[in-house]
């Protein structure tokens, strides 16, 4: 599975969009990209997936650049309940449910 | 319906014991995926069942092994326990392995603090 690299934290007020960069240039092309994120003290939380087209569901946005060496997750509106270890993550999706997990961005949302 | 499962959420053991964890998965769900996270090094894969079937392994001594039952709950293990193996254990659950689709999405359990004295 291709390497990612991520900020290792950010701070964002509450109520703004929180906007979580991840590299993944060495991504190929049957590489899909995840997002999961761990609250304190629980498992992760799968939030979203895309192979190179933007996705958007209940919880955020993916947007995935043209080259897809790069993506953003997007919260729209954060909340302190979103307060997180956000992880991007590559893999082949065929190939099992291994999870390849970096250090992640460590998401502060501040009142 | 109710989520994934561990059992049990808190254990101490010893150096040289051997411990083993439970995970009851999502009803219906096949996979079965463990997880060691540490503060050193992160969240790492152990192993994934699926069908009573080890589908991957990760970068983990043979003390670490598990199995799955006919009704997709699993087992983990580790025997001659070292100093090193306190962390939290987390166990995934998904409907099928692989794929492309929602249906691959993984869902963790709470995980077993393990501490080893």
């Known amino acids: 599975d291709a390497k990612t690299t991520q900020p290792t934290s950010m701070d964002c007020a509450e109520g703004r969009a929180a906007n979580l960069p991840c590299n993944h240039s060495t991504i190929s092309g049957n590489e899909y990209v995840y997002w999961y994120r761990q609250i304190h003290s629980q498992g992760p939380q799968y939030i979203i997936h895309?192979?190179?087209n933007n996705e958007t569901n209940e919880m955020a946005s993916l947007i995935i650049t043209e080259d897809r060496k790069s993506s953003t997750l997007i919260l729209p509106h954060a909340t302190l309940r979103d307060t997180a270890v956000y992880y991007c993550i590559v893999r082949v999706a065929m190939a099992g449910n291994m999870l390849t997990f970096g250090g992640g961005t460590r998401l502060m949302v501040k009142p | 319906k109710a989520g994934v499962t561990q059992t049990p959420r808190y254990l101490i053991k010893t150096r040289g014991q051997q411990v083993t964890l439970s995970c009851s998965p999502i009803s219906g769900h096949r996979s079965v995926s463990w997880y060691q996270q540490t503060p050193g090094q992160g969240l790492q894969f152990l192993f994934e069942?699926?069908?009573?079937?080890?589908?991957n392994k990760g970068n983990f001594p043979g003390r670490f092994s598990g199995r799955q039952f006919s009704n997709s709950r699993s087992e983990m293990n580790v025997s001659t326990l070292e100093l090193g193996d306190s962390a939290l254990y987390l166990c995934?659950?998904?409907?099928?392995?692989?794929?492309?689709?929602?249906?691959?999405?993984?869902?963790f359990g709470p995980g077993t603090r393990l501490t080893v004295l």
């Open positions: 069942y699926f069908s009573e079937t080890q589908r």
């Open positions: 895309g192979l190179k």
């Open positions: 995934a659950s998904s409907l099928v392995s692989g794929g492309i689709s929602s249906y691959n999405e993984q869902f």
